[in-house]
């Protein structure tokens, strides 16, 4: 599902990011990457989204092989993707239903399609009653969850979530967690990127660490050690 083969990726001489990462990560996985700042997490992250080119080695995810994608192939490389950020980046002066309507919206997706979906959606993040609320009526937490429905509307085959509980209590972070669990569930290869030790370990799932930009653990079912 997604495969790094020998990746680097370096900014300038002094600068690498990423150093000879091997990474296999097959359908259907629920992996966290871990590390301390500036151990390469989110520079993994923008690869395999192809926000950013590796500078040697090969990216490949489902059947593309994203390492010299063309420009105009990425928005239906990222179709197969959903990706959840921890500041949300939600569109303030829409409603939750508009926010979500709008990733299909700039697909072109039809208006019967967009009011069948949308629904069943904020029913899977626990938010039908929100559907008309804008998201400085819900809390952090229901923020959350309104990106992961968002993340969800082209039925992605894998979900990226970079500190998806970062601006969130420990409640909220456990709501967000069982979430990402079910969605799991349903067959969605996950890669939660994040600091917090004590979900990852809660999880027992497997744990990829980095340091430095080098993958320094792959365990199946990893702590966080750093």
């Known amino acids: 599902m997604i495969n790094l083969e ?11 990011a990423l150093d000879d990462i091997h990474l296999n990560v097959e359908p259907g996985e629920f992996v966290s990457v871990v590390g301390q700042s500036g ?22 995810v489902g059947d ?26 939600l569109l303030n002066k829409k409603t939750i239903y508009e926010n979500v309507a709008f990733a299909l919206q700039v ?16 029913e899977i993040v626990g938010l039908p009653h929100k559907i008309h609320a804008y998201p400085h009526e819900l809390s952090g937490g229901e923020q959350q969850r309104v990106a992961i429905a968002r ?23 456990q709501d967000i967690m069982e979430i990402l669990k079910k969605i799991n569930e349903f067959g969605t290869t996950v890669v939660l990127v994040t600091h917090n030790r004590e979900i ?27």
């Open 6 to 16: 020998g990746v680097s990726k370096r900014y300038n001489k002094q600068s690498i």
């Open 200 to 226: 990852v370990n809660q999880l027992r799932k497997r744990v990829v660490t980095l340091d430095h930009g080098k993958l320094v653990s792959d365990e199946q079912i990893g702590k966080y050690r750093l």
């Open 39 to 60: 151990s390469g997490k989110t520079t993994l992250v923008k690869l395999i989204i192809a926000e950013e080119r590796a500078s040697s080695g090969k990216v490949a």
């Open 151 to 173: 993340a969800l509307v082209h039925r992605p085959k894998i979900l990226v979530a970079d500190e998806p509980t970062g601006n969130l209590d420990t409640i909220n972070t």
């Open 107 to 122: 697909s072109g997706e039809s208006g019967s399609r967009i009011r069948t979906v949308i629904p069943r959606l904020l």
């Open 64 to 89: 593309w092989d994203i390492t010299r994608i063309p420009d105009r192939h990425i928005p239906l490389l990222r179709r197969q993707i959903g990706v959840i950020f921890q500041d949300f980046k």
